[in-house]
Nanobody, 123 residues
């Protein structure tokens, strides 16, 4: 059983930056593909970014490409989401997720989820 704990959320002005972290425990971190999703009030959970087991391959949603960067440290058992040039529409609860089998944009294909961290971008 893998436990995921996100941190780093908060309130930031438009154009600012935040770095989210997600620390994993209870499993072999390097055996999991990792991803970030987000969910705004009244909206479905949406894919933000994903990274392969080794970290060599990364994927990002079109809405965040060029602004957000996903990375991982398999020694620290942590995945990061660096968010730059934030916009009010980035406001959401951000979740990290782990998959034993695939790197995917589909939430249902992830096995473990964190509790989420709130990101609020003011205009």
């Amino acid at each position: 059983q893998v436990q995921l704990v996100e941190s780093g959320g908060g309130l930031v002005q438009a154009g600012g930056s935040l770095r989210l972290s997600c620390e994993a425990s209870g499993g072999t971190f390097s055996k999991y593909a990792m991803a970030w999703f987000r969910q705004a009030p009244g909206k479905e959970r949406e894919f933000v970014a994903a990274i392969s087991w080794s970290g060599i391959s990364t994927y990002a949603a079109g809405s965040v490409k060029g602004r957000f960067t996903i990375s991982r440290d398999n020694v620290k058992n942590t995945v990061y989401l660096q968010m730059n040039s934030l916009k009010p529409e980035d406001t959401a609860v951000y979740y990290c997720a782990a998959s034993r089998t695939v790197v995917s944009t589909i939430p249902q294909q992830y096995d473990y989820w964190g509790q989420g961290t709130q990101v609020t971008v003011s205009s």
